[in-house]
């Protein structure tokens, strides 16, 4: 009898982790400062504090859980020196139905002069969803890239999983 409990739990299991199967995640955005506010810190040369907010786009199509990913905003916060910058943030994204979805975000940017000589790489984690969203889980990495009109080009890659009742 308990070696039937133990084989009847162990494929409870696995019928479970098969439905909650991670999927798979790539993303572009394309995104425009709206507002920044620096401070220089005062105690070295080019260390500055900023905090910004940029609307964004999905520029490629995007579906999480049946919910297609139409635009979002990101509001961040960096410490920028003469040859780095480290950001911290939060993205948030609206779907067609108008459910959201909530992700945290930290990358680094390598400086020239407090000027960007590289691109943004980082990690982002979800922080939470509504509607069809709610309780998703997941973490990826990402890119940004500065483009000549002033935009940034985010690559986002990673996985997700939904709870069981928020895929059906």
Not at 17 to 41: I, M, P, R, W, Y
Request: proline letters at 3%; a positive charge.
């Amino acid at each position: 009898m308990k070696r039937r409990v133990w084989l009847f739990g162990w494929i409870a299991l696995f019928t479970t982790v098969g439905v909650n199967a991670q999927n798979k995640l790539s993303v572009t955005l394309t995104c425009k400062g709206e507002t920044v506010h620096a401070l220089d810190v005062g105690d070295r040369p080019e260390h500055l504090f900023a905090v910004w907010k940029e609307a964004c786009t999905y520029v490629q199509p995007a579906r999480i859980g049946g919910e297609k990913l139409i635009d979002g905003y990101s509001v961040g916060f960096s410490e920028d020196t003469a040859t780095d910058s480290t950001t911290s943030g939060h993205h948030v994204a609206t779907t067609e139905s108008g459910a959201k979805l909530f992700l945290a975000f930290h990358g680094t940017t390598p400086l020239k002069h407090l000027k960007r000589a590289g691109p943004t790489n980082g990690s982002w984690f979800y922080s939470g969803g509504t509607g069809k969203l709610e309780g998703i889980r997941g973490k990826g990495t990402y890119r940004v890239t500065r483009n000549h009109d002033g935009t940034f080009t985010v690559v986002i890659e990673g996985s997700y999983e939904l709870p069981v009742s928020k895929t059906k």
